[in-house]
């Protein structure tokens, strides 16, 4: 990694299971006009990933300029799933981000008070960086690849006219099913593959990308797709980690408004370590958010995010998740007033970090460290 920023900056690969030294962190900075060769061994299942820097109280500012990419980890099992495969063609990334532009269309990055309570909303939503795109696709099963890139803003992606769709992975992989949706809700960080059936429709019939009300994307089914395909209900095969095997719990009570945010009443400290465990362990995270306990009106969800893991949601609020929780997650929505556990087993040893994915509260300190030995 070469930075040529004048500026430091770091590359973490959200989503990856590696030690804590590769993880690009805001302990492994790049100066600028330095260089960064992290190394290590992908041994996970396939997966819908991505990176964005993660330097200490700039990670907003960074991502928001720019820096942020997918990265796809595919093996036998992915390529093994009847579903499409075609990069751009019937695989599709979209990345959604929203941004503030200027009237000669820059976009700069000051926070107002009601940003760093909310967290950075703009007024336009992009798609890889497009406004309002046309994709044409054929009539066939196409699978979107959706990352919420988003530093701040939530969104309900649903099609037009009602048009279902199937979600085949969460964050860390495939789930076990697919499941029929109308809709899917992605806080920032968080992804989903989902697929779609066009064969329904006829060449020059488009279908509307919408988040809430909010028109995203215009797909126009331009030609006659080759094969026929169904949506596979059985996908993979997850582990499912035992509650009874657990070692330890952990609650993690994010609380707190705009430059305040904190978790366990601590803000970020690069040399405080605030959580100690062991690699191999399975631990219980109850995740609290109480940021809405001083009677606040617009307190936030939080979309907690954990480094070096993918976890698996036991409970949301003393029930099952949903069934499209139920898969590998890095990134979950703690919504005010919710309790979520997770359980998790840490693979990779090193330092790593915890944090709210609402950037603009991530750099104003909502975020913890933890070392795995
Ligand atoms: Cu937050």
């Known amino acids: 990694m070469i930075n040529s920023l004048n500026e430091p900056t770091t590359v973490h690969w959200h989503g990856l299971e590696v030690p804590g030294e590769m993880d690009g962190g805001p302990h492994q900075v790049i100066e600028p006009n330095n260089s960064w060769e992290p190394y290590f061994t992908i041994d996970q299942p396939a997966a819908t990933l991505w990176y964005h820097p993660h330097l200490l109280h700039k990670t907003g500012e960074q ?23 075609e990069y751009g063609v019937n695989d ?32 336009t939503i992009l798609i890889n960086g497009a406004i309002k ?44 099913e697919s499941i029929k949706m109308d809709s899917i ?12 059936d066009f064969s329904n429709l006829d060449v020059g019939d488009t279908v509307n990308l919408r988040a809430g009300n909010y028109e995203l994307m215009t797909i126009n089914i331009a030609e006659n797709g080759y094969e026929t395909i169904e949506i596979p209900k059985d ?6 980690y035992d509650r009874d095997n657990v070692v330890r719990s952990r609650s993690f009570i994010m609380s707190g408004m705009g430059p305040m945010v904190s978790i366990n009443g601590k803000q970020m400290n690069m040399d405080r370590i605030d959580e ?27 979309p907690f995010h954990v480094h070096g893991v993918q976890f698996q949601i036991i409970e949301r609020n003393g029930k099952n998740p949903p069934l499209n929780e139920r898969g590998w ?23 790593f970090m915890y944090h709210c994915h609402i950037l603009e509260h991530e750099d104003s300190g909502m975020m913890g460290q933890f070392l795995v030995e």
């Open 133 to 176: 795109p046309n994709l044409d696709v054929k009539k066939e099963i196409v699978r979107f690849r959706l990352l919420n890139g988003s530093n701040a803003r939530s969104y309900e992606f649903s099609f037009s006219n009602n048009t279902k769709f199937y979600q085949i992975a969460s964050d860390g992989g495939f789930l076990e």
């Open 276 to 302: 100690t465990l062991n690699i191999g362990e399975l631990e219980e995270w109850i995740i609290r958010n109480e940021s809405s306990g001083m009677g606040m009106m617009n307190a936030t969800p939080h």
């Open 63 to 85: 991502v928001y300029k720019g820096l942020a990419g997918l990265i796809y980890i595919e093996d036998e099992v992915s390529n093994e799933l009847d579903i499409p495969k």
């Open 235 to 240: 996908l993979v095969q997850i582990d499912q």
């Open 185 to 196: 809700f992605l806080t920032p960080a968080e992804r989903a593959e989902i697929l779609i």
């Open 92 to 123: 599709i990334p979209l990345i959604i981000q929203d941004k503030r532009f200027t009237d000669s269309g820059k976009i700069p990055y000051d926070l107002s008070m009601r940003d760093l309570m909310n967290g950075f909303l703009g007024d």
């Open 329 to 351: 997650k890095d990134t979950v929505m703690v919504d005010n007033g919710e309790e979520v556990r997770i359980l998790a087993k840490f693979r990779k040893k090193g330092l």
